[in-house]
Nanobody, 123 residues
């Protein structure tokens, strides 16, 4: 069965860094646009970043631009989200998602989802 599994979440102080991983099975990530979404309690799910399948173009929400970097290791079939200079507002459950279509900030456009990994930014 298709699986996307996130890892790398945890507790970090403001200004710190984490690297999230999204490992895929039964799915070749090079054939999909892969996005990271996040959801904090009481909020809507928010698109954070995306990397396209066609040319590996990358996209970022304004709130994370310059701090987060999405990348892909095709040999490992894994997508990463490097998060630097973390802020308390980054606290959320982070999900990776895949679509056969184009990168989009809208969650309904994605076909497969991981179960999420919790990131907590607190001093």
């Amino acid at each position: 069965q298709v699986q996307l599994v996130e890892s790398g979440g945890g507790l970090v102080q403001p200004g710190g860094s984490l690297r999230l991983s999204c490992a895929a099975s039964q799915l070749t990530l090079d054939d999909y646009a892969i996005a990271w979404f996040r959801q904090a309690p009481g909020t809507e799910r928010e698109g954070v970043s995306c990397i396209s399948s066609s040319n590996s173009n990358t996209y970022y929400a304004e709130s994370v631009k310059g701090r987060f970097t999405i990348s892909k290791d095709s040999a490992k079939n894994t997508v990463y989200l490097q998060m630097n200079n973390l802020k308390p507002g980054d606290t959320a459950v982070y999900y990776c998602a895949a679509t056969v279509g184009l990168c989009t900030p809208y969650d309904y456009g994605f076909d497969y989802w991981g179960k999420g990994t919790l990131v907590t930014v607190s001093s």
